[in-house]
């Protein structure tokens, strides 16, 4: 029974992202909240199957944690810290789990079950208020100025983030990143054509999105060529901020996708094809 326990715990540590920056020895990092962000669209979408399709790891289960918290939902300035906070408490949770159910021979790599152990839960959130209430009575004391940072945006959960681009220019802030989510939210979202085509956008971007971004965070050569890959597509997207009404963003939309098309099939196609006529004629 001891070695089942000990392999619990390492199935635990042994996750495909388990020395990652998304995560230190005690939760997640900034970085790591920051992903879960980016995945939370993909989460709503699959469902329990989200962390089989990260392989369990333990990255994603504190995600999962997290999203089914209150605390998810907190658009404060000090979200990211709270978070993080949050994120380590459910990381000892995840170990005691882990130890307790390898002692009956369980091997389970879902997140854990808030409904099966609310005592641990409620006392630990106890202690949390009780500190930061002691934290806000000794910064009223102090009659210090206090400057907040400005507000974090909240991920939008009819869209979700833009993954890649977030990914390929490194934040959420980038301008590329700001113009597709304008684009989104004031062209797109707004009219039935255009939230008809989100929806069903959403479902195949989503598929693979969270891995194309993955890989670039872990090669930078692969981060850049996306970035040359993409920029002919955010360049002919600018045509759509300008559609005000149902019909131009349907006419716009029809032309911004024959013209990708051609950028991206067939002119490839005709320069391969006059590269194979001019070396056959040689």
Not at 38 to 63: A, P, T, V, W
Not at 112 to 131: F, H, L, S, T
Request: hydrophobic residues 35%; charged residues 25%.
């Amino acid at each position: 029974m001891k070695y089942l326990a000990v392999f619990s715990v390492l199935l635990l540590f042994g996750s495909a992202f388990a020395q990652t920056p998304f995560r230190d020895t005690a939760g997640l990092t900034k970085n790591g909240i920051e992903w879960c962000e980016e995945n939370y669209q993909l989460y709503k979408i699959m469902g329990k199957d989200f962390f089989e399709h990260h392989k369990h790891s333990i990255e994603s289960r504190l995600c999962g944690n997290l999203y089914n918290d209150d605390l998810w939902t907190y658009s404060e300035h000090d979200r990211y810290q709270k978070l993080i906070e949050q994120s380590r408490m459910y990381y000892n949770l995840e170990i005691q789990e882990s130890v307790e159910e390898s002692k009956e021979g369980i091997v389970d790599t879902n997140p854990v079950n808030v409904k099966e152990i609310p005592q641990e839960i409620e006392q630990q959130k106890k202690e949390q208020q009780q500190k930061e209430l002691k934290e806000s009575n000794i910064e009223l004391k102090s009659n210090e100025i206090i400057i907040e940072s400005p507000q974090i945006e909240e991920v939008n959960s009819e869209g979700g983030g833009c993954l890649i681009a977030t990914a390929t220019y490194g934040t959420e802030l980038a301008p590329q990143v700001q113009l597709l989510r304008e684009i989104r939210d004031n062209q797109l979202m707004n009219t039935h054509s255009g939230a008809s085509f989100m929806a069903g956008f959403n479902q195949l971007y989503y598929s693979f999105s969270p891995i194309i971004a993955d890989m670039e965070r872990e090669n930078p050569v692969f981060r850049e060529a996306v970035k040359i890959g993409i920029t002919p597509l955010l360049s002919s997207l600018v045509i759509l901020s300008h559609a005000e009404s149902e019909s131009e963003v349907l006419g716009y939309g029809i032309g911004v996708i024959l013209m990708n098309i051609g950028m991206y099939f067939v002119a490839p196609a005709l320069l391969f094809y006059g590269f194979q006529k001019r070396k056959n004629q040689i």
